[in-house]
């Protein structure tokens, strides 16, 4: 059941869900259409966590006067490869927050998680499988593979970020202004995504030998 009492699919992707023909967020994800309405991904992940990573006063002349609203930075996944990022704006926190988090479920991406070290036995899912590295404004972050049971060696915004994706052991490297949350959170999630899209030449090349087949 959904967490919203009375959704009415209006995509095509989620009429799919709402008939089971999709029943996982894998499947949703490599559907091939747009993903637009949060509650489909209450129904296919109910087990979503949320991260608030920081909350900011915006203030903005307008000819009225002056508008102050708040920006929530917010992070969410199932610690299970499951990872979204957002930012949400309104005139009140809780609504920021609200905002952040819809909108974080229409950025999840799949995490490709394996062990990828050298230092680590292979068929593991604790970490990443490569080097991954990411941007957002002048902050850069890598993040590297590391052996199961080092844990993460990451600043407090990456590590929580790595969390929700389900990575448990890995290194990272951060440039540039990274006391910028919004930046730093950002381009970690930017280097997780770059992982997730580095699969899928890979995973385009087998279904069509299994075509040729």
């Given at each position: ?8 699919p ?6 799919m ?15 091939g ?5 949060p ?13 608030v ?40 926190v ?12 229409l950025?999840?991406i ?15 899912d ?14 850069t972050?890598?993040?590297m ?21 389900g ?10 202004n990274t006391r ?34």
């Open positions: 059941m959904s967490e919203r009492d009375g959704w009415e209006q995509t095509r992707l989620g009429k869900v709402a008939d089971g023909e999709i029943e996982t967020m894998e499947g949703a994800l490599s559907a259409l747009p993903l637009k309405e509650e489909l991904v209450d129904q296919l992940v109910p087990d979503l966590e949320d991260e990573l920081d909350i900011n006063m915006v203030q903005r002349m307008t000819d009225s006067g002056r508008r102050v609203k708040f920006r929530c930075v917010v992070a969410i996944g199932n610690r299970d490869g499951l990872v979204g990022y957002a930012e949400g704006r309104d005139d009140q809780g609504g920021a927050i609200q905002k952040a988090i819809d909108i974080g479920k950025n999840l799949k995490v490709p998680l394996g062990s990828g070290s050298w230092e680590d036995r292979p068929g593991g604790h970490s990443l499988v490569r080097n991954a590295e990411g941007k957002a404004g002048s902050v972050v890598e993040i593979p590391a052996p199961k049971g080092l844990g993460l060696a990451a600043a407090e915004t990456p590590r929580k970020v790595l969390e929700l994706a990575v448990e052991d890995a290194w990272t490297k951060s440039h540039g910028t949350t919004v930046n730093l959170a950002k381009a970690t999630y930017n280097a997780l995504q770059n992982a997730a899209e580095a699969r899928v030449p890979q995973r385009i090349h087998e279904q069509q030998r299994e075509v040729t087949e």
